[in-house]
Structure formats: C-alpha cells, structure tokens
C-alpha cells in the first residue's frame, strides 16, 4: 500500500514559467512533510519542508503548499530554470513513527528553453 | 553543514561474496541513521533504522540476516550485504538525522548513495 504517492511519473515545462509537482498521501497520522531533489546515481539533497500546522512554505523559488482535508501537498517551483531538471521525491514522516520518511515515486522534471 | 559521505560510491563483487558499505555524518552527530535501496527508476525503499549501540529496526521483508546493520558510533552506521547474489544489486543510500533541532529533526541528509553490481 502506497503511503505517499506521486501519479505523474515526468512533467516538462519551459523555462521561466511555474512547475507545479503534486503528491498525495493516505496516512493521516503524517505531520511532517518534505521534498527531496535527486539527480542519478547521487544522495537525495533536501529542498524544503513543511509541517502539518502550517498550509504554506516559502523558501526563495520553491513554494510548498499543504491541502490537509485533501491529504494533498503541491511544490511550485518559480521560475524554472534549467538546473531545476531532476526528479524529485515527496515524502512523509510521522512523529509517531520515530520520524521515519515514506518517499513516493517521484516525478521527472525536464524544463526545456 | 550535514554531510553524509558513503564509502565506496560502487562496487562489483561476486555472487556469495560479502560486501561492507559505511555511512559517516561527517559534521554532525547522528544517533540514528537510516539505509534504503533503489531500483532503478523507483522510489527509495527504507530498509532499516540503525541506531546507535542497539540493534537495528529492520522494515517488513527485509532479511535482517543477509542486510547487517552496525551503528557502533555516532558518527558511522555501516551495511553488510552477506552472501550476495545478482538480485541484490542495487543503489544503496543512507541518511543521517539530525538529532535536536525541533522540527528540522525530521529532516534527513543523504549521502551520495553506493551502486552494487553483483556478478
């Protein structure tokens, strides 16, 4: 059972203009959560996070948006730049659970000039 | 700051060969650290909680017996793969979380990953 999921496995978009990467969770338990950018064959590095008492985290081009009735969190990325192509993760971490992190599936983000 | 450094970054070994992989937080204290494996194309899968001077927490499916798990300080967590075979080839990362910081203890930093290739 996916905990954390991530239905668009890749998404372009052209540069200078807003991606916009959504995730969806089933687990009402999570209280914390966070996105990761991976690029291949390297560590996923850390972006921005947010916890479940807020609905919105800014952090310079990176925006993330918390929807806890949907169970449904979005990452705007504006404006996209080319080193923004990578694939980035959604994840999720409860406190009850010794804050372990459910990654989703991850979307592949190609931004095009 | 929140280096994690995995050693090595890949190898290849033979099938019923052992294979060690390190995790060192560089500039930090981790008393738990975390190892997960990718397949390509997948999500990460976390395999076990390591933490220090106690046994690890293996997740569901994982063999506890074929993936040793050693956290001996708080600084270094290391994975044994034993008697590997091709299906364990894999992308192995690890993360160490930082231990104190409210929130941002929830957040993890992963360290570059190590590709095993088991022939």
């Known amino acids: 059972d996916q905990q954390v999921k991530q239905n668009s496995p890749s998404l372009s978009v052209q540069e200078g203009r807003i991606s916009i990467l959504n995730c969806d969770y089933t687990n009402s338990m999570f209280d914390y959560f966070l996105w990761y950018k991976k690029y291949p064959a390297e560590g996923p590095t850390f972006l921005i996070s947010i916890s479940s008492i807020k609905d919105k985290n800014e952090d310079g081009r990176f925006t993330v948006f918390l929807n806890k009735s949907a169970k449904h969190l979005s990452l705007h990325i504006v404006p996209s730049q080319p080193g923004d192509s990578a694939v980035y993760f959604c994840a999720a971490s409860a406190r009850s659970s010794a804050s372990k992190i459910i990654f989703g599936s991850g979307t592949r983000l190609s931004i095009r000039p | 700051g929140a280096v994690v450094s995995q050693h090595p970054s890949w190898v290849i070994c033979k099938s019923g060969t052992s294979v060690k992989i390190e995790c060192r937080s560089l500039?930090?204290?981790?008393?738990?650290m975390f190892w997960y494996r990718q397949f390509p194309k997948q999500s990460l899968m976390l395999m076990a909680t390591s933490n220090e001077g106690s046994k690890a927490t293996y997740e569901q499916g994982v063999e506890k017996d074929k993936f040793l798990i050693n956290h001996a300080s708080l600084t270094l967590s290391t994975l044994t793969v034993t008697s590997a075979h091709p299906e364990d080839s894999s992308f192995y990362i690890c993360?160490?979380?930082?231990?104190?910081?409210?929130?941002?203890?929830?957040?993890?930093?992963f360290g570059p990953g190590t590709r095993l290739t088991v022939t």
């Open positions: 993360s160490a979380r930082v231990e104190g910081q409210g929130p941002l203890s929830y957040e993890q930093y």
């Open positions: 500039d930090f204290q981790a008393t738990t």
